[in-house]
């Protein structure tokens, strides 16, 4: 595991990484027959109600400006919902999104529709298996798949990441919920986990790092993305780049640290229909 860059360095390039991307890619592109664009987040990625400063320009790259969003919150208990709603209305105000809709405002055909016209999604935290079942009894699930396919911009942090890999294998969260099965909307060819502690906190990283390295020795198929708090990977114009944070990608017998602001290949290949 390579560990080695000092950490003002990294935080040098992490900077560097987010306005770069920023500079470069500007607003999202237009929907209408585009690449994916897909963004994870590891959590932790709000500081009050406003996103975190390197996490709020890469926010602001993705999803561009005077866009409307839906939220999809159901990763959240019920009662928090509102709150979590206004929290992130306020957070994407900051970077220059237009409406911001919560699903949960809407009936089941409201909701659908608000997917079917929005110009981009969010899919925040909490509980991962809540979210998922709850994207795959209302036909969410590939309605989301389907638009982000098409070039919607779509996003998410912590529940809302482990949703957009492939399939729900190293989240962090208990099974409070059934679900149909583990497979998610597969927007990048990995299984994805959040709230990844930094090699800062030594014995933390090291015992999350056994497990995901245990994960794949039974399922040495697959790739593991980990993302650090406040860490975000945006895979856009059909390259993955870390572009706030840190980050590893693990693979059965070896895994490395992402290196922000440079192309992650592993990341870029068939998602979607082309990697189920």
């Known amino acids: 595991m390579a560990t080695d860059v000092p950490l003002p360095r990294r935080a ?46 890469v926010m602001r790259a993705h999803f561009g400006s005077g866009r409307r969003l839906a939220l999809v919150l159901h990763a959240t208990h019920p009662s928090g919902r509102d709150a979590m709603e206004a929290r992130l209305r306020a957070a994407f105000r900051e970077t220059g999104a237009g409406p911001v809709e919560s699903l949960h405002r809407r009936d089941a055909p409201g909701a659908l529709a608000l997917l079917r016209e929005a110009d981009g999604v969010f899919l925040g935290g909490g509980e991962t298996f809540v979210l998922l079942g709850e994207l795959q009894r209302t036909g969410q699930l590939e309605l989301i798949r389907e638009r982000a396919l098409a070039g919607v911009p779509c996003g998410g942090s912590s529940a809302g990441a482990n949703v957009i890999g492939l399939r729900i294998g190293t ?39 056994g497990k995901i390295r245990g994960y794949l020795r039974f399922n040495p198929g697959e790739r593991v993305l980990a993302l650090a708090d406040a860490s975000v990977v945006r895979l856009h114009a059909g390259t993955a780049r870390l572009a706030a944070g840190q980050g590893w990608l693990y693979e059965a017998g070896r895994d490395r640290e992402l290196v922000a602001g440079e192309p992650v290949p592993e990341l870029a290949g068939a998602s979607g229909a082309g990697a189920r």
């Open 12 to 57: 040098f390039l992490t900077a560097a990484a987010a306005a770069w991307i920023a500079r470069v890619h500007g607003a999202a592109p237009p929907a209408a027959g585009g690449a994916p664009s897909i963004l994870v987040s590891g959590g932790a990625m709000m500081r009050g109600d406003r996103f975190a400063p390197a996490v709020g320009t």
């Open 171 to 209: 989240t962090n969260d208990f099974p409070v919920a059934d679900v149909a099965s583990r497979e998610a909307l597969g927007l990048l060819p990995v299984t994805i986990n959040p709230h990844h502690p930094p090699p800062s906190k030594e014995t933390d990283f090291r015992v999350r790092a």
